[in-house]
C-alpha cells in the first residue's frame, strides 16, 4: 500500500528577501530548501512515518553501519519551472527504477516507485517557492539518499535504513557555463571494475573517484575519464557523467552518436538513454559500442568523429574539448562547444523545461501551473 506523507511545516523558513536573492544565482548543491522528506525503514515494519519535515540536522548513531560499511546509495534529479508556471520532473520512474537496482546490489530494501514519486511529488509542493524561474538554466535539484542506520559494528545487511529526500535550487553546474571541458584519462586508478558497484549510484563509487580527480586537476583538466579496470584501453565515462561521441557531419547527412555500452560498470545514466532517443528523434543513428582511447585519438585525428560529449543530470550536456594523459593529448573541434552537441543539448533541455513536445511522456507534472 502507498505510503502516506505526514506535513510537519518548517515554522522558520527562509525569509522570502533571501529566498529570492538565493534563487537570482544559485550554485550547485549548497543551498537547501526548507523542507526535506525522511522515510524509515526496519525489519519488522517495512517503509514507514513517510514525512516532510523542516530540513536540518539528524540524529544518527556513531555505530550506524552506513558510517562504517558505505550501505548508502542516492540519487540525483531536477525539477523545471514550467512556461505556465507549474513544475515538472523528468523521468521519475527511471530515477526510481535505479534507485532500486542499487539498493538490490547493496543488500538495501528497495523503496517502491510509487513512493519514491510521491516524496517528489509532496516536497515539491511543499517548496514549490525555490524552483527558480522559466526561462533559464536553473533549476531545483533534488537528492534522494538511503543509508543504513543500524548502530552495530558487525558486518551485515542492516536491519534498518532511512530514506531522504532534499531539494538545493541549482544553476549552471560547471561555472564556465557551456564552454569545453579538458580530461584526464585515468590510467593508474579506475572507477568500477565487472562484478563491482560501477552500476549503482552508491556512495563508495564517489569516495573512491576523488583521488583520480584530484590527480586530473593536477594535470590541469576538469574531469577524469574512466577506462575499464582489465584491459585499462576501454572508455567507460568521465567523472560522475556519461560519453557521447559524434560520428559524421550535416552536409553528407551522415551523423551518428555513439556511446559506450552498459559494460556493467558504468552507470547507466538517464540522460544518456534520452540523449539517444533524441537523436533518434532528430533522424540520427545511434549505437552503443566499446571504444578505445586509441580509436577515440585516430577517429578525432581522422576526422571521422567531429565531436565529443559528457551527459548527466547535472549539467546536461558538456562538450569534451581537450583530452589529455599520459601519452600525449589531443583537441576535439577545436576546443570549442559542437553544433550538433548544442543541438542535442538544446532538444533535450526544452523537452525537460515543456518548451518542446514531450514525444515520449518524460516529463511527470508536480505542481499545475
Ligand atoms: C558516475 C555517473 N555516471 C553517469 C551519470 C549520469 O546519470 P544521469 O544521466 O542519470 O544523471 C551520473 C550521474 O548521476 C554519475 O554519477
Not at 36 to 51: C, F, L, P, S, Y
Not at 165 to 175: E, Q, R, V
Request: proline share 5%; charged share 20%; hydrophobic share 40%.
Amino acid at each position: 500500500m502507498a505510503l502516506k506523507f505526514e506535513i510537519n511545516k518548517n515554522l522558520n523558513p527562509t525569509p522570502t528577501a533571501k529566498r529570492e536573492e538565493i534563487l537570482l544565482n544559485p550554485a550547485f548543491g549548497q543551498v537547501f530548501t526548507d523542507h526535506m522528506v525522511r522515510i524509515d525503514w526496519t525489519v519488522e515494519r517495512g517503509w514507514h512515518d513517510a514525512q516532510v519535515l523542516p530540513f536540518g540536522p539528524i540524529e544518527l548513531s556513531p555505530a550506524a553501519s552506513a558510517l562504517h560499511y558505505g550501505q548508502a546509495i542516492f540519487e540525483g534529479i531536477k525539477a523545471y519551472r514550467l512556461p505556465d508556471g507549474g513544475i515538472a520532473t523528468f523521468r521519475p520512474e527511471a530515477n526510481a527504477a535505479r534507485m532500486q537496482k542499487s539498493a538490490q546490489r547493496l543488500s538495501m530494501p528497495e523503496l517502491p516507485k510509487e513512493d519514491f514519486i510521491e516524496a517528489i511529488r509532496v516536497l515539491v509542493n511543499t517548496d514549490k517557492d525555490w524552483v527558480p524561474a522559466a526561462g533559464g538554466e536553473a533549476s531545483l535539484y533534488l537528492r534522494p539518499v538511503m543509508f543504513a542506520t543500524e548502530a552495530t559494528l558487525g558486518i551485515h545487511p542492516s536491519t534498518s535504513y532511512s530514506f531522504y529526500l532534499l531539494a538545493s535550487p541549482a544553476g549552471a553546474y560547471f561555472a564556465g557555463g557551456i564552454k569545453p571541458v579538458s580530461v584526464w584519462i585515468s590510467e593508474d586508478y579506475v572507477r568500477a571494475a565487472p562484478g563491482g558497484t560501477g552500476a549503482a549510484k552508491c556512495a563508495g563509487n564517489y569516495a573512491a573517484s576523488l583521488l583520480a580527480q584530484a590527480q586530473a586537476a593536477e594535470k590541469g583538466a576538469d574531469q577524469v575519464v574512466w577506462l575499464d579496470a582489465i584491459e585499462r584501453k576501454y572508455i567507460e565515462e568521465m567523472g560522475g557523467m556519461n560519453m557521447m561521441f559524434v560520428y559524421g557531419n550535416r552536409e553528407e547527412g551522415n551523423i551518428k552518436l555513439v556511446t559506450p555500452a552498459l559494460s556493467g560498470s558504468l552507470l547507466p545514466g538517464i540522460t544518456r538513454d534520452s540523449l539517444l532517443t533524441v537523436a533518434q528523434d532528430l533522424g540520427y543513428e545511434t549505437a552503443e559500442v566499446t571504444i578505445s582511447t586509441t580509436q577515440w585519438k585516430e577517429d578525432i585525428a581522422t576526422g571521422k568523429m567531429t565531436e565529443t560529449l559528457a551527459c548527466g543530470t547535472a549539467a546536461v550536456v558538456t562538450p569534451i574539448g581537450k583530452v589529455m594523459s599520459s601519452h600525449g593529448e589531443f583537441i576535439i573541434n577545436n576546443n570549442e562547444a559542437g553544433e550538433i552537441t548544442l543541438q542535442l543539448r538544446e532538444a533535450l533541455t526544452s523537452i525537460q523545461r515543456g518548451i518542446k513536445e514531450d514525444l515520449h511522456g518524460w516529463l511527470y507534472q508536480l505542481v499545475e501551473a
